[in-house]
Every structure is written in C-alpha cells, then in structure tokens.
C-alpha cells in the first residue's frame, strides 16, 4: 500500500519549507510594525458563516467549499478564507466594539476544492489584516501603504496596486440599477456566467475574465461616476494620502468586489512576472459586514495576501529569503562505541549554547560519516575517538575549508567561537 498525498495539496520540504516560513515571518513582521495582533482562528467553522460572508452565489460557496458534518450532524467547512473567521472571533470575544479600534491579522491554511490542473492549490496560505473600528480614508490608506512598502523593500516584480472605490449603501443601488441595464441590454456578448450573475450579482460580472465578455465589460458605466459625495470624498481622501505617502497607485474603475457588504475602497495589487496577470494580495473597506455577521454596527478594512503566490514572485526574483546558515553547525560522530556517551555529552552542552548539532550514531565507518554529515548540510564536522577522550578534547574538520583542528570540548570559549566561524585553509592540523 503506497499513499500519496491528495490531488491539488502540496508537500513543503525543505529547503522551501524553510524559505516559506521566512516569508511568513516577514509578513507577520509588518503587519506587528503596523500594530497588528495575531489571532490564531480555528481550521474549521460553521458552514452558515461563509455562506453569509462571503454569499451564496459566489463561486467559493457554490463549488469550492469543503463541507462535512460533525457527530450531531451540525454543518461545517473547512476555512475557504480568512476574513470571515477572524470577524466571528472578534464580534464573539467583543472585539469588534463601537468606538474601539481593534487591529488583528490572521496566517494560516485555507481550503478551496479548486481544479488542480489550473495551478491552484486546494489547501494554499494567506495571511490577512483587519482593522475594526475607525471608518476614516486616513486608515484605509495606511493598511495599503503597510502593503505597499513591504512590496517596495522586498522587491516583489511587476507589483502594482490597483484602487477603487466601491461606494456605499447609499449610492451603490443605482449603480449596480445602470449596470444591470446596460448588461441586460447586451447579454448576446456575454458568456453564460455573466448572464446568470446579471440576476444575482452583477457586480461580479465585471470580475469575467473570459475574453469575447471583455469588450462589452470594459464598456460598461464605471461605478466611480455614481459615487455619493461622502463616498466621493472619502475615496479622494485615501488618493491624496497615497499620493503623500509616494504610494503609486492605478485607478481602476473596474476593480469590485462583488458583495454587498463591501463599501468604499477597494484595492488590489497585481503582477504579470508570473505570465497572466495575477493578483497577489487584495482587500478593500467592508463596513457592513460585521454587522450582517451579527455583530454591531462597527466598520472594517483588510486584506488578504496569497502567501503561495508571493513565494512564487519572490522565488522568480531572486529575493525570497533562503537562510546563509547551514541548517546543522556540527556532525559529530564517535570513532568508536566508547565514545558514544563523550559525543552525547557535547551535543548537550553544544545546544546549551544555541549551536545546532546532530551526532552520527548510524555510520560506523569514518567515510560514512562524512557522507552523513554532508546529507545534514552540517558545516563542521566532528571526530571524537580514544585520544580526544582522554585528553577531553575534540578534533574538528571544516567541510568547507578543508582545514582541521583539535580543540577543547566541553563549554570551552574557543570551541564555540570557532564554530562560529571557520578554520582557515592554513590552520595547523
Ligand atoms: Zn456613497
Ligand atoms: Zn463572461
């Protein structure tokens, strides 16, 4: 019986794993520079509130979901996404309070019964940034220049952001009344997708990436002439910050998020140093949508950032963080089986002192450990036998230099600054 691991999920070995973890630190980095407080939300959740969140006629819930039932038949999913977890978590623990600014970020597995042979991952990672509370541009626009700026630092190619706003309760009704005019009047161009969602969420149809919709869609009245003033002035006000702040951004008029519980900004940012144009991380303001989670009237802005695909930006570029340091220090291996217990003792006391050490139990032959010790990515390698034994020593072989040294073992300072170091080619030996 040979198992493999399901279709469209992905072993992460090393080294990625380790590159992979690096960039969720650094992720996790800025958005605690940002004041952000990491919540650590369960895998799982009630079916009903994704279903709310993110919709009922959205492909992510029709389609994508994992569902399965628990012992008393409750209805359950797998997380397809983040937002909706973290708000449940916050409106449940009070949060999520009117006049309280709460700023939370999330980093973990999703999962989505994608089709795998489109590239996409069925359990993939995002990690996400909301702020419950304030409703003001100020706010929306430090959360992009949070983005922003860690694209710029960590240079991640072709990245550009792409902004909107999304109006609000107020002057979306007659937008989405015009759009759906203007598409109905024109349903002979568009796929079966568009038409379905003219009647359920026209919004989302200016989402069809499908190319024949894509003339009559670029046609189609932009919601930025609909805008109410407050949503008008709030939407210049984020611009103006940006354009402070020296974050370059594009208007894209077409850029929705297609439920109602978004409101005013949206943003997105994009790069096509992966071919198609695709977007990395994306988010917008979504001041309805605590409320419809039963929570109180508190507004909200965040993001989400696809870890899987900033990997691959940051893997193209040349700039994902892979570690200079060996991922062991030292090998150490006995030359005979009374030394054993010598060699345990050192690996102690070496880990006392922080440096990473594996000893070579297995390989009974000097030529094995060598072998051994190149398989563990050790930078050193070390020999203790019956003279190092009784002159309490150990005698220490630089794989990269060539060069070797007998020192003193035990917590000696000159052992452990070697190690952190090299022995030179002309050390004597
Ligand atoms: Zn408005
Ligand atoms: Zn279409």
Same mark, same amino acid.
């Given at each position: 019986?040979?198992?493999?691991?399901?279709? =469209?999920?992905? #072993?992460?070995?090393?080294?990625?794993?380790?590159?992979?973890?690096?960039?969720?630190?650094?992720?996790?980095?800025?958005?605690?520079?940002?004041?952000?407080?990491?919540?650590?939300?369960? $895998?799982?959740? @009630?079916?009903?509130?994704?279903?709310?969140?993110?919709?009922?006629?959205?492909?992510?819930?029709?389609?994508?979901?994992?569902?399965?039932?628990?012992? =008393?038949?409750?209805?359950?999913?797998?997380?397809?996404?983040?937002?909706? @977890?973290?708000?449940?978590?916050?409106?449940?623990?009070?949060?999520?309070?009117?006049?309280?600014?709460?700023?939370?970020?999330?980093?973990?597995?999703?999962?989505?019964?994608?089709?795998?042979?489109?590239?996409?991952?069925?359990?993939?990672?995002?990690?996400?940034?909301?702020?419950?509370?304030?409703?003001?541009? #100020?706010?929306?626009?430090?959360?992009?220049?949070?983005?922003?700026?860690?694209?710029?630092?960590?240079?991640?190619?072709?990245?550009?952001?792409?902004?909107?706003?999304?109006?609000?309760?107020?002057?979306?009704?007659?937008?989405?009344?015009?759009?759906?005019?203007?598409?109905?009047?024109?349903?002979?161009?568009?796929?079966?997708?568009?038409?379905?969602?003219?009647?359920?969420?026209?919004?989302?149809?200016?989402?069809?990436?499908?190319?024949?919709? %894509?003339?009559?869609?670029?046609?189609?009245?932009?919601?930025?002439?609909?805008?109410?003033? !407050?949503?008008?002035?709030?939407?210049?006000?984020?611009?103006?910050?940006?354009?402070?702040?020296? $974050?370059?951004?594009?208007?894209?008029?077409?850029?929705?998020?297609?439920?109602?519980?978004?409101?005013?900004?949206?943003?997105?940012?994009?790069?096509?140093?992966?071919?198609?144009?695709?977007?990395?991380?994306?988010? =917008?303001?979504?001041?309805?949508?605590?409320?419809?989670?039963?929570?109180?009237?508190?507004?909200?802005?965040?993001? !989400?950032?696809?870890?899987?695909?900033?990997?691959?930006?940051?893997?193209?570029?040349?700039?994902?963080?892979?570690?200079?340091?060996?991922?062991?220090?030292?090998?150490?291996?006995?030359?005979? #089986? #009374?030394?054993? !217990?010598?060699?345990?003792? $050192?690996?102690?006391?070496?880990?006392?002192?922080?440096? @990473?050490?594996?000893?070579?139990?297995?390989?009974?032959?000097?030529?094995?450990?060598?072998?051994?010790?190149?398989?563990?990515?050790?930078?050193?390698?070390?020999?203790?036998?019956?003279?190092?034994?009784?002159? =309490?020593?150990?005698?220490?072989?630089?794989?990269?230099?060539?060069? %070797?040294?007998?020192?003193?073992?035990?917590?000696?300072?000159?052992? $452990?600054?070697?190690?952190? @170091?090299?022995?030179?080619?002309?050390?004597?030996?």
């Amino acid at each position: 019986m040979k198992y493999q691991a399901p279709r =469209g999920v992905k #072993d992460l070995l090393p080294p990625e794993s380790e590159a992979f973890r690096r960039l969720e630190d650094e992720i996790r980095e800025t958005f605690t520079l940002s004041g952000f407080r990491e919540v650590r939300l369960p $895998i799982f959740e @009630s079916a009903a509130l994704f279903t709310r969140s993110i919709g009922e006629s959205t492909d992510i819930v029709e389609k994508e979901m994992y569902l399965f039932e628990g012992k =008393g038949g409750e209805k359950l999913a797998l997380r397809p996404e983040g937002t909706a @977890s973290l708000l449940r978590a916050a409106i449940e623990h009070r949060l999520a309070e009117p006049g309280r600014t709460s700023r939370l970020f999330y980093q973990g597995a999703m999962f989505r019964h994608e089709r795998p042979q489109a590239g996409r991952l069925r359990q993939f990672h995002q990690a996400g940034a909301e702020v419950l509370g304030p409703n003001d541009p #100020d706010t929306d626009a430090d959360l992009i220049a949070t983005v922003s700026r860690y694209a710029q630092r960590t240079g991640i190619p072709g990245s550009r952001l792409l902004l909107n706003s999304m109006g609000c309760e107020a002057c979306r009704p007659e937008y989405r009344k015009q759009l759906v005019a203007y598409l109905e009047a024109r349903k002979s161009n568009l796929c079966e997708t568009c038409i379905r969602r003219i009647g359920t969420n026209p919004l989302r149809v200016l989402d069809c990436k499908v190319e024949g919709c %894509q003339k009559t869609l670029n046609a189609a009245p932009a919601i930025t002439s609909f805008l109410c003033p !407050a949503s008008r002035e709030h939407f210049e006000r984020v611009c103006q910050a940006l354009n402070e702040g020296e $974050i370059p951004y594009i208007l894209s008029p077409r850029l929705v998020r297609g439920l109602d519980y978004y409101t005013e900004t949206a943003f997105e940012w994009v790069s096509d140093a992966l071919g198609a144009q695709s977007t990395w991380a994306a988010g =917008g303001r979504y001041n309805g949508l605590v409320s419809s989670l039963g929570g109180p009237d508190v507004p909200g802005v965040g993001l !989400a950032i696809g870890i899987e695909r900033l990997y691959l930006l940051r893997e193209q570029a040349g700039t994902l963080p892979l570690s200079a340091e060996p991922p062991v220090t030292i090998a150490l291996h006995p030359l005979d #089986d #009374d030394s054993r !217990a010598y060699i345990r003792t $050192i690996l102690t006391t070496l880990r006392a002192e922080g440096i @990473s050490c594996v000893g070579l139990f297995g390989a009974n032959r000097l030529k094995k450990a060598f072998v051994s010790a190149e398989r563990e990515g050790a930078r050193f390698i070390g020999l203790a036998g019956e003279n190092e034994r009784g002159n =309490g020593t150990i005698t220490i072989k630089d794989l990269k230099t060539g060069a %070797q040294k007998t020192v003193p073992a035990g917590s000696s300072a000159e052992l $452990i600054s070697l190690l952190r @170091s090299e022995i030179p080619a002309d050390s004597a030996r």
